[in-house]
């Protein structure tokens, strides 16, 4: 069983800069994927980044640019800088980590004020 834990949430001002944490603990497998979802109110859940254990990886067209993900394998820590933040950005960040299974942390709100 893996356990999440997300932190760096916030109310932020349109332009400004987040950067989201999410450490994994448990059962974990050396090869997998973390990466973050986000789900804003009355919208579907939606793929926001993703890193593979190897490095690569993977943005939506909405964040590229402005958004880095990063890990620490060692920690088991994956990171969201999030720079010129905009108010479409507000939503709710998941982390999750997929290898056999795939485990959520429960959430942080992120808030863009225009």
């Known amino acids: 069983q893996v356990q999440l834990v997300e932190s760096g949430g916030g109310l932020v001002q349109d332009g400004g800069s987040l950067r989201l944490s999410c450490a994994a603990s448990g059962s974990i497998l050396s090869i997998n994927t973390m990466g973050w979802y986000r789900q804003a109110p009355g919208k579907q859940r939606e793929l926001v980044a993703a890193i593979t254990s190897t490095g690569i990886t993977n943005y939506a067209d909405s964040v590229k640019g402005r958004f880095t993900i990063s890990r620490d394998n060692a920690k088991n820590t994956v990171y969201l800088q999030m720079n010129s933040l905009k108010p479409e950005d507000t939503a709710v960040y998941y982390c999750?980590?997929?290898?056999?299974?795939?485990?959520w942390g429960q959430g942080t709100q992120v808030t863009v004020s225009s």
């Open positions: 999750y980590l997929h290898s056999i299974v795939r485990s």
